[in-house]
């Protein structure tokens, strides 16, 4: 048994530095993403849901939501992320979203704390640079649900990003709720990074 959750945790490891270092890159890239990206009809993983109490960005592959808030809009299929449960941006303010899920079963055993650090260390493995080491936040609860908040800040693709990273735990989930900016925006930016991740929920809230 020893041997066999050793393996499923290498492997599952490997797929989430894959994920989340592209995450890192890709993002990067998106910067400067449209205002009017081109969107073919086919969300993908996702769909919005208008209704009186505003627009639900909601996943097609897990039990989980966001609430758009104004300048938010969702993102194009693999825009920010090939493998998002979510993904969203708003092109006024340069800031971008995704929200990545995973069952605890196929992660190392252990807690919210250390799940959440072996997600950081994984994005920071994706900088070319570290700029600022992480700072905890003072977030412990995102809609109700456990949850563990990190600032960073890296240099990807010679390009100086600022991260909220946010591991909220669902259940028998972890979902990284991922927000980053430019750099120089970052102080700009701040408070809207913080408030966005509050928006996210399970569906049935």
């Known amino acids: 048994m020893a041997n066999k959750g050793s393996k499923g945790w290498q492997g599952s490891a490997l797929a989430v530095v894959a994920v989340v270092a592209v995450l890192g890159l890709t993002g990067c890239n998106t910067l400067g993403l449209s205002r009017s990206p081109r969107n073919n009809g086919d969300m993908g993983n996702q769909f919005v849901d208008r209704g009186f109490r505003g627009d639900m960005l909601v996943s097609r592959m897990k039990p989980v939501r966001l609430r758009l808030q104004n300048g938010w809009q969702a993102a194009p299929t693999g825009t920010l992320h090939p493998n998002a449960e979510l993904e969203a941006y708003n092109p006024d303010q340069n800031l971008f979203l995704v929200v990545l899920g995973e069952s605890r079963a196929a992660v190392s055993p252990g807690n919210l704390e ?92």
Not at 135 to 154: H, I, K
Request: charged share 20%.
């Open 114 to 205: 250390e799940q959440a650090s072996n997600y950081l260390q994984i994005l920071k493995g994706g900088f070319n640079q570290v700029i600022a080491n992480q700072a905890r936040t003072g977030v412990d609860r995102v809609s109700g649900f456990p949850a563990v908040q990190y600032e960073v800040r890296g240099d990807v693709s010679q390009r100086p990003v600022a991260y909220l990273h946010t591991t909220v735990e669902m259940g028998e989930e972890y979902y990284q709720v991922v927000v980053w900016t430019p750099d120089d925006l970052r102080m700009a930016n701040a408070d809207a990074m913080r408030s966005v991740i509050q928006e996210f929920r399970a569906a049935q809230q």
